[in-house]
């Protein structure tokens, strides 16, 4: 059931299922999605786990929330402010829910559980966008390419697909189109979208663009590839820039049980993602590249594996779901696994 809040100074959406009284469980979606992106895999969690209170909220810009502008200096806190105070109001100021964040919203549950350590009672990261940000940094300790995190931010999104995402267009026949783009990098197999396309696609087109949402502003840079993040809007908030939450998680005075959820078929999230300029440079489809020793790509993946290392060595704990064969939506693609994963976390909530 859809309702709706105000909350944070502005209208919140989400989806609710379960009992008042259930044990609750946060699900926060990603980017150029809603929490109607969650549906298919709650079905099977409500049936499997009935005595849960599940909540997927809509972030501003998306959904049926207010299209309140998003201040990327603050990184990904505004939406984490807004998640924190909906959870006050929906689930109690005591309640300690347990936290699961996909792709994007792996960042705003980072955040959430480094304002709110004691409030988080597990976190599960499905897919996550780095600690250190999305693109611009070239090794596991998130060292900058460049001082203004040129090939970062808004000015790295594809202008046809935005434009067809403000269009809500719903064909089919160009690669860039929103539902091309849900079949080929949200999932490895477009079957697995199976009877959902539709509303898969409807929470895609959700989106609200423009330069104080999706994908944000840009500005100039004297580095290659020209441009660096401006200071408002979703993409420019995941730059490293302003996202780098990598040592604060690590210094967590209270540590929630962490699992990472991943496929190796990622598109989105990886060490070659061609959502990297870096990668696209290597690879010859953006020119004048200055080469590996200058502008290498972001190794994603190791990066988050290395922060949750550190984690855990600092006295918290983590585990990693790795899924061969599965790319950005393991609760998707592979929900028998992702829900063992998040029940096992449930089980186990600090």
């Not at 505004?78 to 699961?100: E, Q, S, T």
């Not at 849900?182 to 989106?207: F, K, Q």
Request: aromatic share 6%; with cysteine; charged share 20%.
């Amino acid at each position: 059931m859809t309702r709706t809040v105000h909350a944070n100074g502005i209208d919140q959406a989400y989806l609710e299922w379960g009992p008042a009284d259930g044990i609750p469980v946060l699900l926060i979606h990603g980017n150029c999605s809603s929490g109607a992106y969650w549906e298919p895999f709650v079905r099977r969690l409500v049936a499997a786990r009935p005595d849960l209170r599940i909540v997927a909220p809509d972030l501003r810009g998306y959904g049926h929330s207010q299209a309140a502008p998003v201040d990327a200096t603050r990184g990904l806190r505004d939406f984490a402010d807004d998640v924190a105070a909906l959870v006050n109001v929906v689930f109690g100021a005591d309640a300690r829910p347990v936290v699961a964040g996909h792709s994007m919203g792996g960042g705003v549950a980072m955040h959430l559980t480094i304002e709110h350590p004691s409030r988080v009672a597990g976190l599960l990261l499905e897919s996550t966008v780095s600690p250190y940000g999305f693109g611009g940094t070239r090794d596991v300790n998130g060292t900058p390419t460049t001082p203004d995190f040129a090939g970062t931010g808004a000015g790295t999104a594809n202008p046809t697909f935005v434009a067809r995402l403000g269009a809500k267009d719903r064909t089919d026949e160009d690669p860039t189109s929103p539902r091309q783009v849900l079949r080929t990098t949200y999932v490895a197999d477009p079957a697995s979208l199976g009877d959902d396309e539709e509303a898969l696609l409807d929470s895609v087109l959700s989106t609200v663009v423009g330069e104080d949402n999706y994908p944000g502003d840009s500005t100039t840079s004297p580095s290659w590839p020209g441009m660096a993040p401006g200071t408002r809007g979703v993409l420019n908030a995941m730059s490293p820039k302003y996202f780098n939450v990598a040592d604060d998680l690590v210094a967590l005075p209270v540590k929630p049980p962490v699992v990472w959820v991943h496929g190796n078929r990622d598109a989105i999230v990886g060490d070659a993602t061609l959502f990297d300029f870096a990668q696209l440079g290597k690879l010859g489809l953006v020119p004048g590249w200055p080469g590996e020793e200058e502008c290498p790509p972001q190794p994603m993946i190791a990066q988050i594996r290395a922060v949750l290392e550190r984690y855990a060595a600092n006295g918290g704990s983590f585990t990693e779901v790795m899924l061969d064969g599965c790319g950005h939506s393991p609760h998707i693609e592979r929900p028998a696994e992702f829900l063992d994963a998040l029940v096992t976390l449930i089980d186990r909530r600090a």
